[in-house]
């Protein structure tokens, strides 16, 4: 599987961004989905997991009632819709996926990475 994240890029504080995660390769609707976000000087962290249907969903609660994921198993995308932007929700965001249908939020469970896409929120 081959992962693809777009959608980051600057925004001021209070705005709104929708990441999106296009894959690849298959069984893509089998498998869990994640986004992890790095700050500069920082370690990777969660923010958001998805199960295989999209009916279990957990988050990080720094983003709690601000951000939601989603997917779409028949295009094979991942979405994260990200409102009330802050200063610190700045870092660079990536999607993964595990090869299992269940949400983890622990990053060493993903097997497939995205390159990334940078958020920057501005004040």
């Known amino acids: 599987v081959q992962l693809q994240a777009s959608g980051g890029g600057l925004v001021t504080a209070g705005g709104s961004l929708r990441l999106s995660c296009a894959a690849s390769?298959?069984?893509?609707?089998?498998?869990?989905m994640g986004w992890f976000r790095q700050a500069p000087g920082e370690e990777r962290e969660f923010v958001a997991a998805?199960?295989?249907?999209?009916?279990?969903?957990s988050y990080a609660d720094f983003v709690k009632g601000r951000f939601t994921i989603s997917r779409d198993n028949a295009k094979n995308t991942m979405g994260l819709q990200m409102n009330s932007l802050k200063l610190e929700d700045t870092a660079v965001y990536y999607c993964?996926?595990?090869?299992?249908?269940?949400?983890?939020?622990?990053?060493?469970?993903?097997?497939?990475w995205g390159q990334g896409t940078l958020v920057t929120v501005s004040s």
């Open positions: 993964a996926a595990r090869t299992t249908t269940a949400r983890s939020i622990y990053s060493g469970h993903y097997t497939y």
């Open positions: 390769g298959h069984p893509y609707s089998r498998y869990a």
């Open positions: 998805i199960n295989w249907s999209g009916g279990d969903k």
